[in-house]
């Protein structure tokens, strides 16, 4: 890399034999945890019969890894012990679509924002007339299936009260049960609604042009400035030479 991160990268390396923060260990140690959850495309979806991770995120992975002159290990977590599971030192860098929340922050360090978006709706495409708003959504008779332990659910107990809430745990194969009308309606991130519209078009969002909430998508990790200051670096390298873009047309054109 060049630049500001080379520069920042020799800095942290002349450091690190003196301080005991996380981005020391991770240059002594040789290698890169990187907790996933390998169940939100376009950002982390494990294959289960090879146990091959894709998606932008496990390629990003891979380039702050390279960044750092480091081997990169992916660390399995889910939605519910995300928190948990970097707390108890379980991974460095959590990299899965996260979306930045104010309980969130209060335990850990985020990234600078990588994306940008909200919530939105998606819906069968002959059911997109009768689930176009959220009063339409919350009504007795509907069924709004949602993945546990994530902004998902947090926004759909918050805001749907007569809608029956389905918990489904599967999140790789929640827009299936859609399709099988099995359930109604999913409220999740727009980048996933367009992602699983261009995947199954017989899915559509109901709500094209609207959001519900403003999204931002960041890097999770403990609370170690050295570490922050390091990705939030990285980021802007990312940015200016075209590479995070070229990451997110990858997967999504």
């Not at 990705?231 to 995070?244: H, I, K, P, Q, T």
């Amino acid at each position: 890399m060049k630049g500001e991160l080379l520069q920042s990268l020799l800095q942290v390396r002349r450091l690190a034999p003196r301080d005991n923060s996380v981005l020391a260990n991770i240059l002594n140690s040789g290698v890169l945890r990187v907790g996933t959850t390998g169940d939100y495309a376009p950002f982390s979806l494990l294959d289960r019969p090879s146990g091959q991770y894709s998606g932008i995120d496990i390629d990003l992975a891979g380039q702050l890894a390279a960044s750092l002159g480091v081997e990169l290990q992916l660390v399995a977590t889910s939605w519910p012990s995300l928190m948990a599971d970097l707390r108890a030192n379980k991974y460095d860098v959590g990299m899965s679509g996260i979306s930045r929340t104010l309980a969130r922050q209060r335990r850990a360090f985020f990234s600078t924002a990588y994306s940008t978006g909200g919530k939105t709706p998606i819906a069968r495409c002959d059911a997109v007339a009768h689930l176009n708003s959220l009063n339409k959504i919350d009504q007795a008779g509907v069924r709004v299936i949602v993945n546990p332990g994530g902004t998902n659910e947090k926004f759909v107990r918050q805001n749907i009260k007569h809608a029956e809430i389905i918990v489904y745990p599967d999140n790789t194969s929640i827009f299936a049960e859609l399709i099988a009308r099995h359930a109604d309606v999913m409220i999740t991130d727009a980048i996933e609604v367009e992602l699983q519209h261009h995947l199954h078009p017989e899915l559509c969002a109901t709500m094209p042009d609207e959001l519900f909430s403003h999204v931002e998508k960041a890097y999770l990790m403990a609370q170690d400035i050295a570490l922050k200051e390091y990705v939030d670096a990285w980021l802007r390298e990312l940015e200016r030479s075209g590479a995070l873009k070229a990451a997110f047309s990858s997967y999504l054109e």
